[in-house]
């Protein structure tokens, strides 16, 4: 097997050991993903999926291991990395407009003292318009379905324009319009060879959104094409043997 290409390197993850309290929660992960691939992770609920997408972003303390980001070691990715946590982590009810949560993934690209221009609601706009939510601009936060607020935390995330994209979660329980909308952005920041990690917990789509895979359940099982990370018997070892046949694996069959 050949070395990992360091000059390629997006997100590059060695050895990393994280735990809650005393208890361990990833152990030992090793992870490298090349710039402009979209990567799915997979594991059963409690796997650590959302751990590992905060420690990327250097919300959790590490026990061992490193984090590097272009092949840089980074204490806060605020700046490189736009993130969508699951949903459930953020509070609703906060009185902002749909076009200030929007407006916030600028402000990486100002210093403190300036106010946004023309080209921040410029940027703003777009993004809003490529996730088909320009008309609920005005709109407060609160008051959408939780699909649209989703859209609007993916707009935000466009905005702020970063080379990675981590989403943890964006399809769960979305209705079919965010869905689209979700799956149009992952093929746009394809085309711009950005690179995404999107933890997901649909294992019969996976092979259509990502072009790897992650199988996670505290260790990392498995990392690579879809549909030879997605085997039966592995799957039924970290899933524990509670899953169904993907329809996928049926049709090639027959
Ligand atoms: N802040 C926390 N404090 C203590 N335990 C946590 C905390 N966050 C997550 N855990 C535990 O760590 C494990 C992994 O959590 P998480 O990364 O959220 O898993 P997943 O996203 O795969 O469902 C779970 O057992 C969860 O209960
Ligand atoms: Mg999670």
Redo the contacts with the bound molecule.
């Keep these: 097997m050949s070395g990992p290409d360091q000059s390629n390197s997006a997100v590059s993850i060695e050895h990393l050991t994280v735990s ?2 005393t ?1 361990p ?1 990833l152990v030992d992960i090793s992870l490298e993903v090349p710039r402009g691939t979209v990567v799915g992770i997979l ?1 059963p ?7 590992i997408i905060k420690s990327i972003m250097g919300f959790v303390p590490r026990d061992f291991g490193s984090v590097r980001i272009f092949n840089e070691p980074v204490d806060d990715a605020c700046g490189l990395v736009a993130y969508v946590p699951q949903r459930g982590q953020i509070d609703w009810n906060f009185p902002v407009t749909v076009r200030d949560v929007v407006m916030m993934g600028r402000y990486g690209h100002r210093r403190w003292y300036q106010s946004m221009r023309a080209l921040d609601r410029a940027k703003a706009s777009e993004a809003l318009e490529s996730v088909r939510m320009s008309e609920f601009m005005d709109r407060q936060i609160g008051q959408l379905s939780g699909g649209q607020q989703q859209r609007v935390f993916m707009a935000r995330a466009l905005a702020q324009e970063s080379e990675i994209l981590l989403l943890d979660e964006p399809f769960a329980g979305v209705d079919a319009a965010t869905e689209r909308a979700i799956a149009g952005l992952l093929a746009q920041a394809k085309e711009q060879n950005k690179t995404v990690i999107v ?1 997901h917990h649909d294992l019969e789509t996976a092979a259509e959104f990502f072009d790897a895979v992650v199988l996670l359940n505290r260790r990392l099982y498995a990392y690579g094409p879809p549909r030879e990370v997605l085997d039966q018997g592995l799957l039924a070892e970290v899933y524990g043997g509670k899953l169904r046949n993907l329809s996928w694996r049926q049709e090639e069959a027959t």
């Design positions: 809650y309290q208890k929660v594991g609920n409690g796997a650590g999926k959302s751990t933890v």
